[in-house]
């Protein structure tokens, strides 16, 4: 069986776990339009294949074609989302407003 996750491609039939590139925050992303719909075509994709794989497969290994075309599209995937700007977070909403109000003491 293959499971698809956000790092990579979980094949139990050989224990590997193939990773591509790890998101380096775990921020919300504010995603546009375009690109969501980009997220949901390639999602559904990966998932089509990942099923069907699976389904056909009785043997698995991280070098057969399906597989490798999981992985493409899923980097495509995350290439698309990482793209995407990230939400500023509450924490730095509130920061920055204290900033815009507090004066700045002069340093010398």
Sequence with gaps: ????????VW???????????????AR?????RESGRA???????IEYLADEYAFRST????????VKAIQML???NRKIYLECPEVPSLG?????LVQAFVPQSDQR
């Design 11 to 25: 094949n139990r039939a050989t224990t590997e776990l193939s990773v591509a590139i790890a998101a380096p925050t």
């Design 39 to 45: 997220l949901e075509i390639l999602g559904h994709a």
């Design 59 to 66: 043997s698995m290994s991280a070098s057969d074609a399906p």
């Design 74 to 76: 899923m980097a495509v």
């Design 92 to 96: 730095d909403r509130c920061r920055a």
């Design 28 to 32: 919300r992303r504010r995603i546009d």
């Design 1 to 8: 069986m293959v499971v698809a996750t956000s790092a990579g």
